[in-house]
C-alpha cells in the first residue's frame, strides 16, 4: 500500500511521464501501420476480376492503378480508363472461346507499347502466365490473321525453343479483334530494365522507371551480356529476324535472361530507338538490312547496363565513358560503335570477347536444339520476315519524306511482300514526279525598242465547254448552254382549254 502511495505521489509531481510513454505509444502504432501498407502497396497490382454478373470491365483495384475520381475527371485518366475497357471487352472474348485459362489480374499499361494490353492468366494446372494482347500495326504488318498462319506461327515458335529464348506457351490470332494474344510465364523479377531502376515490375510504365536507375555490376553485365548474345546466335541460325533486343525484352526466369517479343517483327512493331539506330548505322557505313542492327541494339543495351541509364543519342561519347564504368565494357563499346576497320562486328566476334568468354553457360550443355523441319508456311514466313527488313526501311524513309503509306504494291493479296523486280521503281518509294509545261522564255527586245513598254495584252482563253449530260437530252443541254451565252428565251403564250366549247 506503501508502495502505490509513493508511485501516485511521484505520478502527480511528474505528470510529463505518461504523457511521452503515450505518445510514443502511438507513434510507434502510427510507423506499424505506415509499414504494413507500404507492403501491401508494393505486392498487389490491379486487379480485373469477374463481378456476380459476369462484367469483367469492373475494376477492383488491390495496389497499382489509380481510382480517385479526380483523377478520372482528367481527360489523360479517362482515356486510359476508356482503353482499358475496351481491353477488356477483348480478352473476355478471348477467354469465353478458351475456358481452359482463367483471368486473375488486368495489369496497367508496364511497357512502352500503347497498342498492347497486359494480363494475369491461370491455366488450369499450370503456374500463372502474363498475356499480352498486340494491335498488330495497319502500314508494315507482313502476316495476316488467319488460322493458317496462326498454326504455322506456332510451329515455328516450338523450332525456336532455347534455354535462353521465352517460350510461348500459347498463341492465338484474333481476326475478329484484329489481336495478337501471346502467353508466357510470369516473370516476378521483371526485365533488365526493371534490375536497372529497381522498381516493381508490374507497377504502370509512367511511374515505375521514374525512380533513380544505377548500373549494374560487372559480373551481371556480362552473365546478361552472354545469355543475350547466345540467344542471338541461335536466332540467327535458324534465319529468324529479331531487330527487337532492348532491355525491356531481356526477362530474368529461373535463374536465365532470355529474349521476348519474337512476334513483334512479324506485325509491323518498330524497334522503340529505331530511328538512333539508322542514324548510328549510317554513321558506322553498317547495313541496316542484316544483323548489324540487332549489334547495335545490343550495344546500346550494353551502355544502359553498364551506365544505368538510355543511350540519348546514336553514338555515345568515349569520354563520358572514361572513369563511368568498367574498361572492359569500354573496349566493347568501342569495338561496337568504333571499329578500327570502320565496319560492324558480328554477333560471333562479341560472343568471344573474354568479359563474355568468362561467364559458363551450363544449360547449354544439357540442351537438345530441335530439329528444324521447315513447312511450306514457315519457310514463308521466315522468307517474310527478311523481306521486312526493307519494307521497314522504305517506310522509314516514307515518313521521313511525309507520306503516311506504303504503295498497295509492296503487299501483296495475302499479306506477303510481293517480290519487287530489281529493274523495276519499286526499290524507292519516292514518286516520279511528273512533268509540267513551263512558260516560254522570253527573246531579248531588238535594239531601239522601247523596252519599259509592258507586252500586249492577250485575250482570255473562251471557258470549256460544257460537259454533256449522260442522259443524251440534246433540247436540255441546248437550253442550258443558251441560259450560259447569255441568249434571251422567246416569249411563251399560255392557250387555256380547260373552258367548256360554245
Known sequence: MAFYDEWAKYMREHIWVPIVVGGTFLLLLAFIIWRCCCNSNKKGYASLLPSTNGDVTKLNYSGYGSSAPADRMRPVAMEQDSTKQAASIRCQYFLRANLQFKLLRHLDCIGSRVAKSWFVIKPMG??????TMIEPAPTTTLLPITPTIRQAL????????????????????LPEQKQVVVLHPLCIKGSVKDLIHRCNPIAAHERKYRARAGPLPLKRVAHISRHVLEALMFLKERKYTYRSLH???????NGMYR????????????????????????????DPLSWDYD???FG??????????????????VEQLVG?????VIEVLVLIFFHPDGRVPSVQELAEQPLFQSIRCTELQRYLPPIMVHTNEIKSILKAGRKQKSLLRRQSIVQRKGSKTLRASDVSETGFLSPTPASSAAVSPVATPVAVSSPPARTAPPLGSDVSAPPPSTAAPPPPPAPAAEGGDNERNALLAGIRRGSALRPTTTVDKSGPML
Open 154 to 173: 506456332r510451329d515455328l515458335y516450338i523450332l525456336l525453343q532455347h534455354p535462353y529464348v521465352m517460350t510461348m506457351s500459347h498463341l492465338d490470332l
Open 247 to 253: 532491355s525491356g525484352n531481356v526477362l530474368f526466369h
Open 126 to 131: 499450370d503456374v500463372d502466365q502474363l498475356m
Open 259 to 286: 529474349l521476348c517479343g519474337l512476334e513483334g517483327i512479324y506485325f509491323g512493331h518498330l524497334h522503340p530507338q529505331d530511328k538512333l539506330i539508322h542514324k548510328a548505322l549510317e554513321k558506322i557505313g553498317g
Open 295 to 297: 549489334v547495335i541494339c
Open 300 to 317: 546500346r543495351l550494353l551502355f544502359e547496363m553498364a551506365l544505368g541509364y538510355t543511350l540519348k543519342g546514336s553514338l555515345p561519347d
Open 324 to 328: 563511368k564504368c568498367e574498361y572492359q
